[in-house]
């Protein structure tokens, strides 16, 4: 808070739990609402001298930034490992690099961010002048926390706005580092703060009358609480929340790419993944051949100690997260799912769960349905087309949808037709900061990354100029 750090150990303790061995490596404390008022006051006096910075000189500090993140990598990823439990193998690549991508590509931004000249009868003119909101306030889930802190940070600070954000009491460490890295890159004290807290500390966050706009990451009913709590302050949102989504696979497509998509869709992070591709839809022509190719390959999965480079598979975030994904699990069983392989905690300390496969999977069942966030794969079987297609959209989700096919005029075709905000073809979760990512339907308002989000993070004034005389009726 204000460029340094805050001891107020007045707030409820957070213990952060190493998830491979359960051990509590780290104690924070919940924001009290002397802190929380503390951390408004600084972000809204910096934001008004770091709005006044030209763009190219706001841009500079978030590039420098993205340096030391890059440089820092390693250090960066061991500590996401602890607070996530994600392999090494994944932060090194996916985690502080995707957050330095965000600064490097919203610091390049800052300098060309504009408004327009709109020419109008009679030489008359408009223009428009990009303003910042004020102060964000940024919410975060515990599966990406670094690229969460960032993803939000960087266009908020690139278009001269000031960010507190709040990680997931889960994964609390993360984006204390994000904000360490922004002062020491030169971003005034007060720029960026970090709040510890719970849920209450969101709300109390939302609330207040000094925040201008708020991004939450998280579930669909956080995001229905926290946009009905900031739509009573008109604040703008943006809301990129869970999803059930559809990967189709159709017979003619490539078999191994196929199985390497629904792999990218499911188990990455240990299935811990709003985007993930859950309800893989195979055509029957494919559907053994898939199976037993996608089981096989699961073998290869190294299971073990999330800071050996080796290790591609990790434990779930938590003890409870575990268990929510261990509850639908037997449910599936319950309703009559075919258990391929996995379907079981691991024999080791943490909070592993086997990479978990069903087949014969319907529409109806609850693991079709849910949400898991967990490393849970349904196959469900199709025919034609025209079919798949109305069973992928019947969900109250829209995040992403994905199609494995050769067909390229089909694929286009599909891509068309998905009710989803995030789209492939013959791959799956990829989301570069070049390109927007967000949902419809239930899964969101808003997009993150690329250039549209500068939309979510700026408004518009517009100026009307005269060059003639002023006509009045009487
Ligand atoms: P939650 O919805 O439980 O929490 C999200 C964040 O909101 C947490 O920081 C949480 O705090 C906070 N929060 C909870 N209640 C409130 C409230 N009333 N007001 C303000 N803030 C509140 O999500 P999870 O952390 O469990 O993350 C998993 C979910 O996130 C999944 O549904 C997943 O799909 C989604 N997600 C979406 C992504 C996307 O880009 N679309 C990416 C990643 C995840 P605390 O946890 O400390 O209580």
């Given at each position: 808070?204000?460029g340094?750090?805050?001891?107020?150990?007045?707030?409820?303790?957070?213990d952060v739990?190493?998830?491979?061995?359960g051990e509590v490596i780290?104690r924070?404390?919940?924001?009290?609402?002397?802190?929380?008022?503390?951390?408004?006051?600084a972000?809204?006096?910096?934001?008004?001298?770091?709005?006044a910075?030209?763009?190219t000189?706001?841009?500079?500090?978030l590039?420098?930034?993205?340096?030391?993140?890059?440089?820092?990598?390693?250090?960066?990823s061991?500590l996401?490992?602890?607070?996530t439990?994600?392999?090494l193998?994944?932060?090194?690549?996916?985690?502080a690099?995707?957050?330095?991508?965000?600064?490097?590509?919203?610091?390049?931004l800052?300098?060309?961010?504009t408004g327009?000249?709109?020419?109008?009868?009679?030489?008359?003119?408009?223009?428009t002048?990009?303003?910042?909101?004020?102060?964000?306030?940024?919410i975060?889930?515990?599966?990406?926390?670094?690229?969460?802190?960032?993803?939000?940070?960087?266009?908020?600070?690139?278009?001269?706005n000031?960010?507190?954000?709040?990680?997931?009491?889960?994964?609390?460490?993360?984006?204390?580092?994000?904000?360490?890295?922004?002062?020491?890159?030169?971003?005034?004290?007060?720029?960026y703060?970090?709040?510890?807290?719970?849920?209450d500390?969101?709300?109390?966050?939302v609330?207040?009358?000094?925040?201008?706009?708020?991004?939450?990451?998280?579930?669909?009913?956080?995001?229905?609480?926290?946009?009905?709590?900031?739509a009573?302050?008109?604040?703008?949102?943006?809301?990129?929340?869970?999803?059930?989504?559809?990967?189709i696979?159709?017979?003619?497509?490539?078999?191994e790419?196929?199985?390497?998509?629904?792999?990218?869709?499911?188990?990455?992070s240990?299935?811990?993944?709003c985007?993930?591709?859950?309800?893989v839809?195979?055509?029957?022509?494919?559907?053994?051949?898939?199976?037993?190719?996608?089981t096989?390959r699961?073998?290869?999965?190294?299971?073990?100690?999330?800071?050996?480079?080796?290790?591609?598979?990790?434990?779930?975030?938590s003890?409870s997260?575990?268990?929510?994904v261990?509850?639908?699990?037997?449910?599936?069983?319950?309703?009559?799912?075919r258990?391929?392989?996995?379907?079981k905690?691991?024999?080791?300390d943490?909070?592993?769960?086997?990479?978990t496969v069903f087949?014969?999977?319907?529409d109806?069942?609850t693991?079709a349905?849910?949400?898991i966030?967990?490393?849970?794969?349904?196959?469900?079987?199709?025919?034609?087309?025209?079919?798949?297609?109305?069973?992928?959209?019947?969900?109250?989700?829209g995040?992403?949808?994905?199609?494995?096919?050769?067909?390229?005029?089909?694929?286009?075709?599909?891509?068309?037709?998905?009710?989803?905000g995030?789209?492939?073809?013959n791959?799956?979760n990829?989301?570069?900061?070049?390109?927007?990512?967000?949902g419809?339907?239930?899964?969101?308002?808003?997009?993150e990354?690329?250039?549209?989000?500068?939309?979510?993070?700026?408004?518009?004034?517009?100026?009307?100029?005269?060059?003639?005389?002023?006509?009045?009726?009487?």
């Amino acid at each position: 808070i204000g460029g340094t750090y805050v001891e107020d150990t007045s707030g409820a303790p957070i213990d952060v739990v190493y998830p491979a061995t359960g051990e509590v490596i780290a104690r924070v404390h919940s924001a009290t609402p002397a802190v929380i008022d503390q951390a408004l006051s600084a972000a809204t006096a910096a934001q008004k001298d770091w709005a006044a910075l030209t763009g190219t000189e706001r841009g500079r500090v978030l590039r420098r930034a993205a340096d030391i993140m890059r440089d820092r990598n390693r250090d960066l990823s061991i500590l996401e490992t602890y607070d996530t439990g994600k392999p090494l193998q994944e932060t090194l690549v996916a985690d502080a690099t995707s957050g330095a991508d965000a600064l490097e590509y919203f610091g390049g931004l800052a300098g060309s961010l504009t408004g327009e000249h709109i020419p109008l009868a009679g030489g008359d003119f408009a223009y428009t002048i990009r303003e910042p909101l004020g102060v964000c306030v940024g919410i975060g889930a515990w599966n990406y926390p670094t690229q969460i802190a960032c993803w939000k940070g960087a266009p908020a600070l690139a278009c001269g706005n000031a960010m507190v954000f709040k990680p997931s009491e889960t994964t609390p460490l993360s984006a204390l580092k994000v904000a360490e890295t922004l002062t020491e890159a030169g971003a005034p004290p007060g720029l960026y703060n970090v709040l510890q807290g719970l849920g209450d500390v969101g709300a109390a966050l939302v609330t207040d009358p000094r925040v201008a706009k708020v991004s939450l990451t998280g579930s669909v009913p956080t995001g229905a609480k926290v946009y009905a709590a900031a739509a009573a302050g008109m604040k703008h949102v943006t809301m990129e929340l869970g999803g059930k989504s559809p990967l189709i696979i159709f017979d003619d497509a490539d078999l191994e790419n196929a199985v390497s998509g629904a792999i990218l869709a499911n188990f990455y992070s240990s299935g811990q993944v709003c985007s993930n591709g859950t309800r893989v839809f195979v055509q029957s022509g494919i559907k053994d051949a898939f199976l037993a190719r996608l089981t096989e390959r699961l073998k290869g999965a190294v299971i073990g100690d999330p800071m050996d480079e080796a290790t591609s598979y990790g434990p779930m975030v938590s003890e409870s997260q575990m268990n929510i994904v261990l509850g639908y699990i037997e449910k599936g069983q319950a309703e009559g799912a075919r258990l391929v392989t996995g379907g079981k905690r691991l024999d080791r300390d943490g909070f592993y769960i086997a990479p978990t496969v069903f087949a014969d999977v319907t529409d109806d069942m609850t693991i079709a349905r849910e949400e898991i966030f967990g490393p849970v794969l349904s196959v469900l079987d199709f025919e034609t087309e025209d079919e798949v297609m109305a069973r992928a959209n019947a969900t109250e989700f829209g995040l992403a949808a994905g199609v494995f096919t050769a067909d390229l005029t089909r694929a286009h075709r599909v891509v068309a037709g998905f009710e989803a905000g995030t789209c492939y073809i013959n791959t799956y979760n990829l989301a570069p900061v070049e390109a927007p990512f967000g949902g419809t339907k239930a899964s969101g308002v808003g997009r993150e990354n690329s250039k549209l989000a500068i939309n979510h993070y700026s408004e518009m004034k517009m100026v009307y100029v005269s060059m003639n005389d002023v006509e009045a009726p009487y």
